[in-house]
């Protein structure tokens, strides 16, 4: 993938090198990992200006927490949340900003104040208006596998062959959004680890990374810090599992670098900084 650019508004941000990193700004009571830290707009802003500060190459707003099991906000808490953070952002940072939104009138809105990416957890499937809304705002968006709803989504974790499933259902998600005049070089696919998938398909995703490559589109993954990974670090040390989130760090950059060695184009991590120290060392050892 050398060479390739994704394109979001007016950004394009070469890709084809290590990953990209996409820094996490919750601005949630409930996130998983970091709900009620930046649920306070100040708060929010000084987060992102930090990741951006310790190497974040775009920045993901977040305003309704998709752990398995979360029940929806409405568009109007969403974009409540939302609007003061990306506007003082916009102005602040230089890099894109994604909003991580799976409603049309989120999306739509927040393209008119400077976001310049939609990442949709829904790969374009819940909400009608939504292909349509990125194709006119020429925002980036990026296509995320679910199988259902957070709420119900775990009750879904059932597969064949769960790479192949994912694959073609994200092939699907392409398709719809090129039907809507979305041109490819805003793209961007991802397998949604932990969404309706139990740790055992996220390791096999992970794993076989290099088969996600056949859709010829950059790759993003979602894992830092997420539950499989606390499962994982307790095998085998007699402490409860899985570990706490807070605990989940080495383990999230452990996944970091094999992604980065599998040809991921972007990483959404919590752990900038670290993550960004964990590429230069991979940097050295792959130039
Ligand atoms: N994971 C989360 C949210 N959005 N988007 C993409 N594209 N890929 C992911 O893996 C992904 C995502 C869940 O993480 P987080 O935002 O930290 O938690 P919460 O949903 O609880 O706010």
Known sequence: MNGTVLKAGDHTLPLGGLPR?????????DSFADGGRYVD????????????DEGADLLDLGAESTRPGAAPVTAAIEL?????????????????????TYKAEVARACLAEGATMVNDISGLTFDPDMAATV?????????MHTPAPPRTMQEHAHYGDVVR???????????????AGIARDRLLVDPGIG??????????ILRRLDELHCLGLPVLIGASRKSFIGLALAEGTGVGAPWPVEERREGSLGVAAWCALHGIAVLR???????????????????
Not at 80 to 100: A, F, G, K
Not at 135 to 143: F, I, N, P, R
């Open 21 to 29: 990193l996409m820094g996490i700004v919750n601005i949630t009571p």
């Open 80 to 100: 409540e949340r939302l609007l003061p953070v990306l506007r003082e952002l916009r102005h602040r940072v230089t890099v894109p900003i994604s909003v991580d």
């Open 135 to 143: 194709a006119e705002g020429g925002a980036a968006v990026c296509l």
């Open 269 to 287: 991590v919590h752990d900038v900084d670290a993550t960004a120290r964990v590429l230069k060392m991979i940097a050295k050892l792959t130039n």
């Open 195 to 204: 969404f309706g998938k139990s740790a055992a398909h996220n390791w096999e």
């Open 41 to 52: 707009p100040v708060a929010a802003i000084d987060h992102g200006l930090r990741l951006v």
């Open 165 to 179: 499933e994912v694959v073609a259902a994200l092939a699907a998600a392409v398709a719809r959004a090129e039907a």
